[in-house]
C-alpha cells in the first residue's frame, strides 16, 4: 500500500511544480536514528511527527514538531480546547487514518483518504529554515522540500493547519 501512495506523492508534488530532492537512507524510525545523516546533507530543519488522538479517540491530529523540543501533551490539548488526557494513536488507527506504519509518520501522509477530516499541527519554530524535511510514506528516504513549498502542499491537501506555539 505504501509504494502506491509514494507514488501519488511524487505525481502529486510534480503536478504541483514542488520541486524535492529525494535521499535514500537507511531506516530511521526515530530522530535519533538519523543521527547527522539530515545535517550532513544540508536538509533543514529536523522535525518529529506525531499522530495523535483526542481522550476518547474520536478526533485525530497530526503533529509536525521541531526534533529537539519534548511534546507538553496537556499544553498541546489547551492549544486544540481537547482532555488534557490526549495521548498518541494506535498503530491500527495510524495504518487506518494516514496509511503508515510506526516510524515513518510524515505530513505528507495527508493525500491517503483516511486523512481528509485530520488537522495538521505545525510548532511555529521549524518555520526559521528555508527547507525543511519528511518521509515519503516509508523511513528509508527523506524528501528535501522549501518550507514555502511545505506550506502551499498544506494549504492543498489539509483540511486545517494550526500553528503551535510551544512556549507557555
Same mark, same amino acid.
Given at each position: ?11 502529486i508534488?510534480d503536478?504541483l511544480?514542488?520541486k524535492?530532492?529525494?535521499?535514500e537512507? &537507511?531506516?530511521?524510525? $526515530? ?8 545535517? %550532513?546533507?544540508?536538509?533543514? =530543519?529536523?522535525? *518529529?511527527?506525531?499522530f ?12 509536525v ?12 490539548a489547551?492549544f ?15 495504518a ?5 506504519s &510506526?516510524?515513518?509518520v $510524515?505530513?505528507?501522509a495527508?493525500i491517503?483518504?483516511?486523512? %481528509?477530516n485530520?488537522?495538521? =499541527?505545525?510548532? *511555529?519554530d521549524?518555520?526559521v ?22 506550506l ?13 506555539d510551544?512556549?507557555?
Open positions: 500500500m505504501n509504494e502506491e501512495y509514494e507514488k501519488k506523492l511524487y505525481k508534488l503536478d511544480n514542488i524535492y530532492q529525494k535521499f537512507h &537507511p531506516a530511521f524510525a $526515530t530522530c535519533e536514528a538519523s543521527g547527522d545523516f539530515y545535517q %550532513k546533507n544540508e536538509m533543514g =530543519i529536523d522535525c *518529529k511527527n506525531m495523535l488522538r483526542d481522550k476518547r479517540g474520536r478526533r485525530h491530529y497530526l503533529l514538531l521541531r526534533a529537539d523540543k519534548r511534546l507538553d501533551i496537556p499544553h498541546l489547551e486544540l480546547g481537547e482532555h488534557r488526557k490526549m495521548g498518541f494513536a494506535s498503530e491500527e488507527r495510524l487506518k487514518y494516514l496509511g503508515l &510506526p516510524g515513518s $510524515t505530513p505528507l495527508l491517503y483518504p483516511g486523512a %481528509k485530520i488537522p495538521l =499541527i505545525i510548532d *511555529k521549524i518555520l529554515s528555508d527547507y525543511i524535511h519528511f518521509h515519503p510514506f516509508r523511513n528509508t528516504a527523506s524528501l528535501k522540500i522549501k518550507k514555502d513549498d511545505f502551499r502542499f498544506c494549504d492543498k491537501y489539509a483540511c486545517e493547519v494550526l500553528f503551535y510551544t512556549e507557555k
